[in-house]
């Protein structure tokens, strides 16, 4: 997590005011996130916990995973409900500082970092899967078997374990700092390495967080978008459903992760270069850092919507468990719900449909 409440170590100690006899006092800045951040985290956790939890319960009670997207979507479903878990010591920190100790920092810094990183390395994966499926299906060659789900694991594994590399840095070298009053968590590194380790892990970020995730959904997804255009005309309403999906699924990242990136770069620009040198063109980078990092939040909260309840077979798995629920918690007893039609968003032709009825419950973001 960002520390944005430096007084006079704007951008992190990218420049000293001191050199033009001077203190960027950033109390407004300050202000600002004390009331701003605790709301955006608020409502981020609980909306997103309600839904990566609703995606965790159904896939581990109804579903199976027969498919990479599967694993990979219950994996984003556990990545995100991770990163929130440390929402609430992000926003204590910003309304009182830090008060939890040099440990506590550490590990929520990690936490943090890895699992946003995984998020997105996993909707890269997500959208390599679906590129494979749909290129599978139009040559007719079969799906998965046993060695095939062992290698659906080992790639889980490695996003996770890439993530947390990744990540270590934050580990290594948050700690608790003292400065005007107050006590933040941040990332503190030695002063012979701090310049370019800082541009780095910047620089990384922008890489690995925003620009090889958008590159590889762009090229798969426009890849299969072309395959469903050349699709068969009977399935013309179930093809433009499923470019719907896909447009949907590269505009929510762009508009929530483009912003924040775009604030990213310029921080890392400004490690390099030292651009910004006015106190008020630092706080205005502060607040863009505060706003567009609560945004690309808000994707772990889209995220079930985007790729499980758009599936075709996710729906009718919720309503079962939301009348089982109140079957439950009702005194009455209810009449057997009638089984929910599914209608698979399947480029198949009718030579191969009978394997994909086989399937389409555990589909949950097919196409």
Same mark, same amino acid.
């Given at each position: 997590? &960002?520390?944005?409440?430096?007084?006079?170590?704007? !951008?992190?100690?990218?420049?000293?005011?001191?050199?033009?006899?001077?203190?960027?006092?950033? &109390?407004? *800045?300050?202000?600002?996130?004390?009331?701003?951040?605790?709301?955006?985290?608020?409502?981020? +956790?609980?909306?997103?916990?309600?839904?990566?939890?609703?995606?965790?319960?159904?896939?581990?009670?109804?579903?199976?995973?027969?498919?990479?997207?599967?694993?990979?979507?219950?994996?984003?479903?556990?990545?995100? !409900?991770?990163?929130?878990?440390? %929402?609430?010591?992000?926003?204590?920190?910003?309304?009182?500082?830090?008060?939890?100790?040099?440990?506590?920092?550490?590990?929520?810094?990690?936490?943090?970092?890895?699992?946003?990183?995984?998020?997105? %390395?996993?909707?890269?994966?997500?959208?390599?899967?679906?590129?494979?499926?749909?290129?599978?299906?139009?040559?007719?060659?079969?799906?998965?078997?046993?060695?095939? #789900? *062992?290698?659906?694991?080992? *790639?889980?594994?490695? +996003?996770?374990?890439?993530?947390?590399?990744?990540?270590?840095? &934050?580990?290594?070298?948050?700690?608790?700092?003292?400065?005007?009053?107050?006590?933040?968590?941040?990332?503190?590194?030695?002063?012979?390495?701090?310049?370019?380790?800082?541009?780095?892990?910047?620089?990384?970020?922008?890489?690995?967080?925003?620009? *090889?995730?958008?590159?590889?959904?762009?090229?798969?997804?426009?890849?299969?978008?072309?395959? !469903?255009?050349?699709?068969?005309?009977?399935?013309?309403?179930?093809?433009? #459903?499923?470019?719907?999906? +896909?447009?949907?699924?590269?505009?929510?990242?762009?508009?929530?992760?483009?912003?924040?990136?775009?604030?990213?770069?310029?921080?890392?620009?400004?490690?390099?270069?030292?651009?910004?040198?006015?106190?008020?063109?630092?706080?205005?980078?502060?607040?863009?850092?505060?706003?567009?990092?609560? %945004?690309?939040?808000?994707?772990?909260?889209?995220?079930?919507?985007?790729?499980?309840?758009?599936?075709?077979?996710?729906?009718?798995?919720?309503?079962? =468990? =939301?009348?089982? +629920?109140?079957?439950?918690?009702?005194?009455?007893?209810?009449?057997?719900?009638?089984?929910?039609? &599914?209608?698979?968003?399947?480029?198949?032709?009718?030579?191969?449909?009978?394997? =994909?009825?086989?399937?389409?419950?555990?589909?949950?973001?097919?196409?």
């Amino acid at each position: 997590m &960002e520390d944005y409440f430096d007084v006079d170590d704007s !951008l992190n100690d990218t420049y000293d005011y001191e050199d033009y006899h001077t203190i960027c006092d950033k &109390e407004a *800045v300050r202000s600002f996130g004390g009331v701003f951040l605790p709301i955006m985290y608020a409502v981020a +956790l609980v909306v997103g916990l309600s839904g990566n939890a609703l995606v965790l319960v159904v896939y581990t009670s109804r579903l199976r995973l027969r498919t990479l997207t599967d694993v990979c979507i219950l994996n984003l479903a556990i990545s995100d !409900l991770l990163l929130l878990f440390t %929402l609430p010591f992000w926003a204590a920190d910003a309304v009182h500082g830090w008060k939890l100790g040099s440990a506590t920092c550490k590990i929520t810094s990690f936490a943090y970092s890895a699992n946003f990183s995984c998020g997105m %390395l996993l909707l890269a994966c997500i959208s390599v899967d679906r590129y494979r499926a749909v290129m599978q299906v139009t040559r007719g060659r079969p799906g998965g078997n046993s060695k095939v #789900r *062992v290698q659906w694991l080992l *790639v889980c594994v490695a +996003l996770w374990a890439t993530a947390c590399f990744l990540s270590l840095p &934050e580990l290594i070298f948050s700690t608790v700092k003292h400065s005007h009053y107050r006590m933040s968590c941040t990332a503190m590194y030695p002063a012979h390495m701090a310049k370019a380790t800082k541009a780095a892990l910047e620089l990384l970020e922008v890489l690995l967080r925003f620009l *090889v995730p958008f590159v590889v959904m762009a090229v798969c997804y426009s890849c299969v978008g072309r395959v !469903l255009s050349r699709g068969a005309g009977g399935q013309r309403q179930k093809k433009w #459903r499923a470019l719907r999906v +896909l447009l949907a699924v590269v505009a929510v990242f762009l508009l929530t992760q483009l912003p924040y990136t775009v604030v990213k770069l310029c921080r890392a620009l400004d490690v390099i270069y030292g651009h910004v040198t006015d106190c008020d063109a630092s706080k205005s980078l502060d607040y863009a850092l505060q706003v567009t990092e609560s %945004l690309a939040l808000t994707h772990a909260c889209i995220n079930p919507l985007l790729y499980a309840c758009m599936g075709s077979s996710f729906r009718p798995h919720i309503l079962k =468990a =939301a009348k089982r +629920l109140g079957q439950s918690l009702g005194s009455h007893p209810r009449h057997p719900q009638e089984p929910a039609v &599914e209608i698979p968003l399947n480029t198949c032709s009718q030579v191969q449909s009978q394997s =994909a009825s086989d399937h389409q419950d555990t589909s949950t973001f097919s196409i």
